[in-house]
């Protein structure tokens, strides 16, 4: 399968503060990505989108950045509250597949 | 609306047992498709049915995973034999189709004793 991977597993942030979850991606063909939120006992929750003719997307307090170059992904979540304490993960569709990183845990220190 | 749902939420069943998962998709959506999360992984991929057909079933471990989706909406995992291996969180998602955004449903958790 492809290798979605994050840097880091776990990431504490102070309430207030802006998060950064990095991810890395192998497939130079893959030209969509998604970050998504998983809370406890819930299914994935689309977070942010971005194709791979952009290299910059914002939405609602987060950002996504993708640098092609060197196939690496990033969320941004700006002034970071309680509520955004989930498992992050990035996915890559190449064909019909998506492929999916472990996860980065995050947790919001109030 | 309504999201994808999943049933059941939960369940617990012996090795060697045969089991079914239900998948009920966001009306409309074309795209569906199956995953399996084991803890503390990302989803992986199993299958994608565009409509009635199995567009890719490449991630299907082994024969004994089957998936249908007769009419092109519901859509049924099933798993033959089972192994306690097979123990994860199965989860399902539906889109509009081609590369575009998928919506999740809550998961089945199966437990293979």
């Known amino acids: 399968g492809e290798n979605v991977g994050l840097h880091l597993p776990t990431l504490s942030v102070q309430e207030g503060d802006n998060s950064i979850i990095n991810c890395a991606y192998s497939n130079s063909a893959s030209d969509y990505f998604i970050w998504y939120k998983q809370e406890s006992g819930k299914g994935p929750q689309f977070i942010i989108d971005?194709?791979?003719?952009?290299d910059k997307r914002q939405g609602q307090r987060v950002t996504v950045l993708l640098n092609k170059t060197v196939k690496h992904l990033s969320l941004q979540i700006a002034a970071t509250q309680p509520g955004d304490s989930a498992v992050y993960f990035c996915a890559e569709n190449t064909g019909n597949q998506f492929y999916f990183g472990t996860g980065t845990s995050l947790t919001v220190i109030p | 609306g309504a999201g994808v749902s999943q049933t059941p939420s939960n369940k617990v069943t012996e090795k060697g047992k045969y089991v079914e998962l239900r998948c009920d998709p966001i009306?409309?959506?074309?795209?569906l498709y199956w995953y399996r999360q084991s803890l503390g992984q990302g989803p992986e991929f199993l299958i994608y049915f565009q409509g009635t057909g199995a567009a890719d079933d490449s991630g299907l471990p082994n024969d004994r995973f089957f998936a249908v989706r007769p009419e092109g909406s519901v859509s049924t995992l099933k798993i033959q034999r089972t192994e306690r291996g097979d123990s994860a969180v199965y989860l399902c998602a539906s889109g509009v189709g081609g590369i575009n955004e998928q919506f999740f449903g809550p998961g089945t958790r199966l437990t293979v004793l």
């Open positions: 971005i194709r791979s003719n952009m």
């Open positions: 009306s409309g959506h074309t795209a």
